[in-house]
C-alpha cells in the first residue's frame, strides 16, 4: 500500500446502512442476509489479523506507535474485548457454578435446583457447571485483569475494589452497559450482567 493511499474502513457505507438498519423492512430480506454474511466474512478477516497487530506493536519502536495510539482506541479496544466476552456468553464463575441465564420466581425453587440469590428483586439464577472453555476463558480473564491491575496505582485498584463490593464482602450488583466512541453507541447488555 502507498503511503497516499487512505486507509480503508472495514465496511462500506452501504454495509453500515443495512447492517444499522437490519431490523427495519427497509431492504429485502435476501439483501440483508448477503450483507450480513458479508459482514460476517469481513469481521473474521479483521480479528484474524489481530495476531499481525500484535507483531508489530511488539516490533516497531515505541516512538512510531505513540503517534498513532491515542486513549480513544485504547478504550475502543477495551470495550471491544467485553463485547466479544458479552457475544460469546461469557458467565461470571463463582466457585464451581455459573448462572445459567435462567431465572425462578423465589416461590418457586425446587429444593434439588442449584440457584443464587438474583438482581431481580423475587428471583433466584439458576446456577449449572461451567464448560471448560468457560472455566479456560475465566483464567484468562484472571490473568489479564492482574495484568491491567499493573498499569494502575495501588490506590487505584484498592479504589476499583471499595466500589465492587459491599461492605459484608459481596459483589455489588451491577448491570454491565458499555459506552464506546460515540459513533458506535453500544446498547447490549450481557444476559448474565442484566439488572
Known sequence: MYLDQP?????????RERLENRDSDEFPLKIKKSNEFIVRKKLKSWLDDIADVNFVLGKLPYKQLNKIITNEIIFSLMNLVANLLITAGTPPINGDLVPSGNQVLQAQVDPAMK???????GFMDILREPTAEERERADI????????????????????????????GRRKPRTLVLGVCQEHPYDRISPYHRA
Not at 486507509?7 to 454495509?15: C, I, N, Q, R
Not at 480473564?141 to 459484608?168: C, N, W
Open 7 to 15: 486507509v480503508k474502513a472495514m465496511l462500506t457505507k452501504v454495509e
Open 141 to 168: 480473564l484472571k490473568d489479564h485483569v492482574k495484568v491491567l491491575m499493573d498499569f494502575l496505582g495501588d490506590a487505584a485498584v484498592e479504589e476499583i475494589i471499595q466500589d465492587a463490593f459491599d461492605e459484608k
Open 115 to 121: 440457584v443464587s440469590p438474583s438482581i431481580r428483586r
